[in-house]
Structures are given as structure tokens and as C-alpha cells.
Nanobody, 126 residues
């Protein structure tokens, strides 16, 4: 599968953005999907994930209550609605996919994803 992330930009603290991740292929529903981010000088970190086996969603503690992950299977697209953005959310955001199931412990780890989008920059000004 090929992934194309979009929707990043510059926003003031407290604002909102919605990221999109468009996927190619006809088996989109079979993929576990995730959003990760990487700030300058830091490792790539898990933001939110959506499991293929049950549709359950999970979010990192730092974004719980502010970010919402979802998918539209008819459009082969995953979204990340980001609200109440903070300067600490500034990073390049990547979408990722893995064919099949993932346990919760694996959902948060970059090594378990086989496909990555190119990243989209999110900058939050204070």
C-alpha cells in the first residue's frame, strides 16, 4: 500500500488541524493504521492508532482528549483531527500501516509498521 499524508500547516496555539492519510489499494480495511510524529532532535513517537481487528482506537497520553483518529473505508483514508493544539505538538506527522492485526503493545512501536507516508509538517505557534 502507498500512503499520502496531507493537511499540515501553521496554526496558533489553541487552534485545530485535520490531517489526512490517503491509501492506495483495495484492502484498506485489513490494515492497522497509525499516526506518529517526530520533532527536531527527537525520536519518532506514537500519537494514535486504529486496530484492524476491532476498530478500537488508542492515543498517547499527551494527546488524549485533544486528538481523534478515524478512518473512512469508502475513501481509503485515515484522519487525525487535532484540537487545542500546543507548541509542543510541532513536528512532522507520519501515517503508517500494517497489514493485519497488532496487539496494543505493538501498535505504539514504529518497528511493527510496514508502510509509511512521506510526512506532513505541523507547526504550532505560541
Amino acid at each position: 500500500v502507498q500512503l499520502q499524508a496531507s493537511g499540515g500547516g501553521l496554526v496558533q496555539a489553541g487552534g485545530s488541524l485535520r490531517l489526512s492519510c490517503a491509501a492506495s489499494g483495495r484492502t484498506f480495511t485489513s490494515y492497522t493504521m497509525g499516526w506518529f510524529r517526530q520533532a527536531p532532535g527527537k525520536e519518532r513517537e506514537f500519537v494514535s492508532g486504529l486496530r484492524s481487528q476491532d476498530g478500537n482506537t488508542y492515543a498517547a497520553d499527551s494527546v488524549k482528549g485533544r486528538f481523534i483518529i478515524s478512518r473512512d473505508n469508502a475513501k481509503n483514508t485515515m484522519y487525525l483531527q487535532m484540537n487545542s493544539l500546543e507548541p509542543e505538538d510541532t513536528a512532522i506527522y507520519y501515517c503508517a500501516a500494517r497489514l493485519g492485526r497488532l496487539a496494543l503493545s505493538g501498535l505504539r512501536m514504529t518497528m511493527h509498521y510496514d508502510f509509511w507516508g512521506q510526512g506532513t509538517q505541523v507547526t504550532v505557534s505560541s
